[in-house]
């Protein structure tokens, strides 16, 4: 049954030529007493409409919040101990990547101002504070050392952590499930691996009862790390002999080497930092030169002449960073976000490093390798 045709207002004679007017027009035509759709005319009553009004200000305005936001540009702070170089790089790639999955383009929705310290730890404070005065929206440290500094220049800032070994240790958080305050991350298990480290050294060199460790005293994050080998080496049947690397130089590094020369260790095993990691190369080739089978903590130790390498697989870490940043960007608090911890480790074998070395490597122990350097 059609609807009644509609009231013309008062004051229009001529209802044939208004309504044919009305529907030529086709828009919405209001009167006091009624709202007249285009498709079809229907009156509503004041309460109705009133209604109807509302509705449409629930719905439309999540929208309106949505188009504010599309053109927020958000302002990311990285602070590294490290340099711009690989495999650091790489790293921050997988970062990068990580931002683009979940709609964060830098230069475009997002601005990232890094801050690399070079391996310089005395750097750091000066790198945070200045990052703390730009206001960043978050701010992402990494690897391991950096966020300790940050956390001392801000405590309203979101901290994003990436790669620490002992967040609880060194008092970044209160504790894994429950960080507190504005730091939260993505641990390291550096000091839950340095065991299974010193083991994989023993495997290769059975007769080795004294293991160096060489770690630098300045990052606060290496010492858990020399206290974790020093427990788990007499199960082993080893002595630790702890090494330290007095500053952040090449000559720091060689004079490291020369007690180590004096000392006549069985094996080498060089704990996860950032100012280490920047002299791998001359760390491999005076281990080399020293004859020393020596493990490191990620895969670039291994590719950079290193006999072996076990750790975290950094680039994912860096990756799934990204996920934390973006919760914390649509207002997650990160005293409510767990640290996470690592999910991918790879163990790296360079046999060229062992043929310089005259060492046999296990079939058993290379089957176990996730890649083999040849």
Same mark, same amino acid.
């Given at each position: 049954?059609?609807?009644?045709a509609?009231r013309?207002?008062?004051?229009?004679?001529?209802t044939?030529?208004?309504?044919?007017?009305?529907?030529?027009?086709?828009?919405?035509?209001?009167?006091?007493?009624a709202?007249?759709?285009?498709?079809r005319?229907?009156?509503l009553?004041?309460?109705?409409t009133?209604?109807?009004v509302?509705?449409?200000?629930?719905?439309?305005?999540?929208?309106?919040?949505?188009?504010?936001?599309t053109?927020?540009?958000?302002?990311?702070?990285?602070?590294?101990?490290?340099?711009?170089?690989?495999p650091?790089?790489?790293?921050?790639?997988?970062?990068?990547?990580?931002?683009?999955?979940?709609?964060?383009?830098?230069?475009?929705n997002?601005?990232?101002?890094?801050?690399?310290?070079?391996g310089?730890v005395?750097?750091?404070?000066?790198l945070?504070?200045?990052?703390a005065?730009?206001?960043?929206?978050v701010?992402?440290t990494?690897?391991?050392?950096?966020?300790f500094?940050?956390?001392?220049?801000?405590?309203?800032?979101?901290?994003?952590?990436?790669?620490?070994?002992?967040?609880?240790?060194?008092?970044?958080?209160a504790?894994?499930?429950?960080?507190?305050?504005?730091?939260?991350?993505?641990?390291?298990?550096?000091?839950?691996?340095?065991?299974?480290?010193?083991?994989?050294?023993?495997?290769?060199?059975p *007769? #080795?009862?004294? $293991?160096?460790?060489?770690w630098?005293p +300045?990052? &606060?994050?290496?010492? !858990?790390?020399?206290?974790?080998?020093?427990?788990?080496?007499?199960?082993?049947?080893?002595?630790?002999?702890?090494?330290g690397?007095?500053?952040p130089?090449?000559?720091?590094?060689d004079?490291?080497?020369?007690?180590i020369?004096?000392?006549r260790p069985g094996?080498?095993?060089?704990?996860?930092?950032?100012?280490l990691?920047?002299?791998?190369?001359?760390?491999?080739e005076?281990s080399?030169k020293?004859?020393?089978?020596?493990?490191?903590?990620?895969?670039?130790?291994a590719?950079?002449?290193?006999?072996?390498s076990?750790?975290?697989?950094?680039?994912?870490?860096?990756?799934? *960073? #990204?996920?934390l $940043?973006?919760?914390?960007?649509?207002? +997650?608090? &990160?005293?409510?976000? !767990?640290?996470?911890?690592?999910?991918?480790?790879?163990f790296?074998?360079?046999?060229k490093?062992?043929?310089?070395?005259g060492l046999?490597?296990q079939?058993?122990?290379?089957?176990?390798a996730?890649?083999?350097?040849e």
């Amino acid at each position: 049954m059609m609807p009644p045709a509609p009231r013309p207002p008062d004051g229009v004679q001529d209802t044939e030529r208004w309504a044919d007017k009305s529907e030529r027009n086709g828009s919405l035509q209001f009167s006091t007493n009624a709202v007249n759709c285009r498709l079809r005319y229907c009156r509503l009553s004041p309460r109705i409409t009133t209604t109807v009004v509302a509705v449409l200000i629930l719905l439309l305005a999540p929208l309106a919040a949505g188009a504010q936001q599309t053109g927020k540009v958000w302002r990311i702070g990285f602070l590294s101990l490290n340099s711009d170089t690989e495999p650091y790089k790489r790293w921050h790639t997988a970062f990068l990547e990580g931002l683009r999955k979940l709609g964060y383009v830098e230069g475009d929705n997002v601005i990232i101002e890094h801050r690399y310290a070079a391996g310089q730890v005395e750097r750091l404070s000066t790198l945070a504070a200045e990052l703390a005065r730009l206001k960043v929206d978050v701010l992402v440290t990494a690897p391991a050392g950096s966020a300790f500094f940050a956390k001392k220049v801000t405590s309203t800032i979101p901290i994003v952590f990436i790669g620490e070994p002992d967040p609880v240790g060194t008092a970044l958080v209160a504790s894994l499930g429950r960080p507190g305050g504005n730091v939260t991350g993505l641990a390291d298990a550096h000091a839950d691996l340095v065991p299974k480290r010193l083991e994989l050294l023993k495997q290769v060199v059975p *007769s #080795a009862s004294r $293991v160096a460790i060489l770690w630098n005293p +300045a990052n &606060p994050s290496t010492a !858990p790390q020399l206290k974790i080998a020093e427990a788990a080496a007499p199960t082993l049947g080893a002595t630790v002999l702890p090494i330290g690397v007095k500053g952040p130089r090449r000559d720091d590094v060689d004079r490291a080497f020369e007690t180590i020369g004096k000392e006549r260790p069985g094996s080498l095993l060089v704990v996860g930092d950032a100012t280490l990691g920047i002299h791998r190369d001359r760390i491999a080739e005076l281990s080399i030169k020293h004859r020393l089978p020596t493990s490191g903590s990620h895969s670039a130790w291994a590719e950079s002449g290193l006999l072996m390498s076990y750790g975290t697989d950094f680039a994912d870490l860096f990756r799934r *960073s #990204a996920i934390l $940043v973006d919760k914390i960007l649509k207002g +997650a608090q &990160p005293a409510d976000l !767990p640290v996470e911890q690592p999910t991918k480790f790879e163990f790296v074998i360079n046999m060229k490093t062992a043929k310089a070395l005259g060492l046999a490597v296990q079939p058993s122990l290379r089957a176990r390798a996730d890649r083999i350097i040849e």
